[in-house]
């Protein structure tokens, strides 16, 4: 029956741990990714497992016996003690509090000490009190030195980020061994009084090292971006926080340490000392790590989880021990606190399997959410691409309209013209003096060569424009790689482009074809071509 009720104590006290208290102590070296997963497996095992079989007679384990008086705890004692304790720490989970396990098992050992032998060893409590300060300040500490000698030091940031990983591996590392030494020692101690010592050590080796394979290999592993309160830590913050909580674990774990300030070893709560570390390095480094509300729960855990299983556990040893005749009160005892246990086991199942469908429900949200501004995005984008076309195709129907008006402009214009000289003519017909005759006849001349001037010179722009708006890559280019080239001379490339000979380019620039050779010359000065080289052909490769 001794080794049933070991088995259970340690069961339940490793189960607690691994799925509640081991991702607040291991959980800050996640956000580093220093190792992978099944590194990071391994390195936890195998040092905490061997720190429990070495420490399995270290100091913390001698002191539990000790501030319990060396008494011996039967199996009704066991089933109070569990069923207090984890009583209280399901009803801190159900107000989403994650209490301590060792703050929770050493109030109900106390309870158990109380009612058994009548007396408790007030001084062991002192360094649940102590821990949290000394974390608290090795991390203080720890962060400022990170400070100063970043401040200072000139360091590539590669060769800085390499030794940071390994300084990250081996805080891994000291916290494995002083978790192993210091609630090693707890789990050893109790099963001390619970067992021989011939069996206690290795059954807690095997089944703690059995539960925390499991959980771990069964608990998913963050692959993506890390989360919870530990997510936006800096990996100096994270050294800090791991070295401070090993340290003082360390510290409290040897008689000739925790004798230093005049204290007894003891077992430890590893999330007290994670937020007190956490609360060092914000000081420090002068920025929040985590909410005011993350640390308003852990006091709260620190407070009720001892006192409420020591009140529990003295209600339950009271209730069984006023008839101890009587063992039908013992059994319901047993079987109240068993129902209640369930109980809340299953409210807190229900509750979990409500949050987890809560999040996927805002997930899914979210999720409709981002299709819906993607579409609405895309139907904007449609929107305007539409819009755009309209106005292109405004534009275009305003140009042709404009062409239109501009036809009918110049047909009236002609007709005026025409008019014009019809009245001319007539006048010539009807005038008989020499002299007037001669007069007029130079008037129509002169109108004719005015017209004529001013219609090559509204053609032309009108050819150039649409010439130019045609060929803008050609006119970039020449522009770009010629700056020096004038406007006639940038014309007369693109008409040379156009492939029209040199009376027609006459016609176009209104020049004689002499000038147009004369052009054409000093273009292929200006183009740095030599004598061989074709004008034409140089153009066109542009």
Not at 320 to 346: K, R
Request: charged share 20%; net charge neutral; aromatic share 10%.
């Amino acid at each position: 029956m001794q080794s049933l009720c070991l088995i259970l104590f340690l069961c339940a006290a490793a189960l607690w741990f691994f799925t509640n208290e081991y991702d607040t102590l291991f959980g800050v070296f996640k956000p580093t990714c220093a190792v992978r997963r099944g590194s990071f497996i391994a390195i936890v095992s195998v040092f905490l497992l061997s720190a429990i079989w070495f420490g399995r007679d270290g100091a913390v384990a001698n002191a539990v016996q000790e501030s319990l008086s060396f008494m011996s705890l039967d199996c009704k004692d066991v089933f109070i003690v569990l069923l207090s304790s984890m009583i209280v720490l399901s009803t801190l989970l159900f107000f989403s509090v994650k209490g301590s396990a060792t703050y929770a098992l050493i109030g109900a050992l106390s309870a158990c000490a109380m009612m058994r032998v009548g007396d408790l060893q007030w001084s062991y409590a002192l360094p649940f009190l102590a821990a949290p300060v000394m974390a608290f300040a090795l991390s203080a500490l720890i962060r400022a030195a990170f400070r100063r000698f970043l401040a200072g030091a000139r360091i590539h940031m590669i060769t800085l980020s390499y030794y940071m990983r390994h300084a990250v591996i081996i805080c891994m590392v000291l916290t494995s061994v002083a978790l192993g030494l210091n609630w090693g020692g707890l789990l050893t101690g109790v099963a001390g009084l619970i067992g021989t010592s011939e069996s206690y050590g290795l059954a807690a080796v095997v089944i703690t090292g059995f539960i925390m394979l499991a959980v771990m290999y069964l608990t998913q592993w963050e692959s993506g971006e890390p989360s919870g309160i530990f997510a936006d830590f800096s990996i100096y913050a994270v050294v800090s926080t791991g070295f401070a909580v090993a340290l003082t674990m360390l510290f409290f774990s040897f008689d000739a340490t925790a004798s230093l300030i005049g204290l007894h070893p003891a077992p430890l709560s590893v999330s007290a000392l994670v937020m007190a570390a956490v609360a060092g390095a914000e000081l420090a480094q002068k920025s929040r790590l985590v909410e005011d509300e993350d640390y308003s729960k852990e006091v709260v855990g620190m407070v009720v989880a001892p006192a409420g299983s020591l009140a529990l556990a003295c209600l339950m040893f009271y209730i069984m021990g006023a008839d101890p005749e009587n063992q039908m009160t013992d059994f319901v005892v047993l079987a109240a606190s068993i129902v209640a246990l369930l109980a809340l086991a299953f409210v807190q199942y229900a509750r979990t399997q409500k949050r987890q469908r809560e999040a996927t429900d805002r997930l899914v949200y979210a999720q409709q959410q981002q299709i819906y501004e993607h579409s609405r995005a895309l139907n904007d984008m449609e929107l305007k691409v539409v819009l755009s076309e309209n106005q292109a195709l405004h534009n275009a129907v305003e140009q042709k309209r404009q062409e239109v008006m501009n036809v009918a402009l110049s047909i009236v214009e002609q007709k005026e013209f025409l008019e014009s000289l019809d009245a001319m003519v007539k006048r010539l017909a009807k005038t008989e003096d020499p002299k007037e005759k001669d007069r007029i006849i130079a008037e129509l001349g002169s109108s004719i060569k005015q017209r004529l001037s001013y219609d090559r010179d509204v053609d032309s722009q009108y050819f150039y424009a649409q010439a130019e708006s045609l060929h803008e890559d050609f006119n970039a280019k020449l522009s770009e790689n010629f700056p020096d080239l004038t406007q006639q001379e940038r014309r007369l490339a693109t008409l040379l482009r156009l492939g029209f000979s040199s009376k027609y380019i006459a016609t176009l620039m209104n020049i004689t074809p002499k000038s147009v050779e004369i052009s054409r010359y000093r273009l292929r000065q200006k183009l740095g071509l030599a004598k061989g080289d074709n004008l034409v052909n140089f153009i066109k490769s542009i």
